[in-house]
């Protein structure tokens, strides 16, 4: 793999990263465009790393270590509010997933699941609230039937 090669997987794992950190930061969510761009290329540098020693099995098993434990830097921002027992920060949790799985797959070199994939997580970020919305005012939720 050339360096040209190389690049263009971590830039890509960055830019990635950096715009669903862009989406979190305009909705005035905990992580921003930092954190997810470094999250996308930290993703790409582990699996790339491991990439070019060439030992089979070993991408693998950097990506479900990677997969994993992401988690826990995602569980970080994940808040429940005592007062009205709602839960905030799973939709940046789940970026913050999805930006090391984006970084991965661009590690990878996988170009075709990151232009399919990309389209549509936008789709998800930006209209998936406003389904939401419409559905709960035509469906209201009762929390009193809550156990």
Known sequence: MDTLEIALRLGAATLVG???GLNR???NKPTGVRTLGL???GAAVVVL???ITGES???SRVVQGLVTGIGFLGAGVIIRSEQNRQIHGLTTAACTWLSACLGATCGAGDWRIL???????FAVLIF???IEDAIHRIWPHDESEEG
Not at 115 to 121: E, H, K, Q
């Open 18 to 20: 950096a715009a669903l």
């Open 25 to 27: 930061d305009l909705h």
């Open 39 to 41: 999250v996308g290329l």
């Open 49 to 51: 790393a491991v990439a």
């Open 57 to 59: 099995g070993a991408v």
């Open 115 to 121: 232009f399919l994939s990309v389209p549509l997580i």
């Open 128 to 130: 998936g609230g406003p």
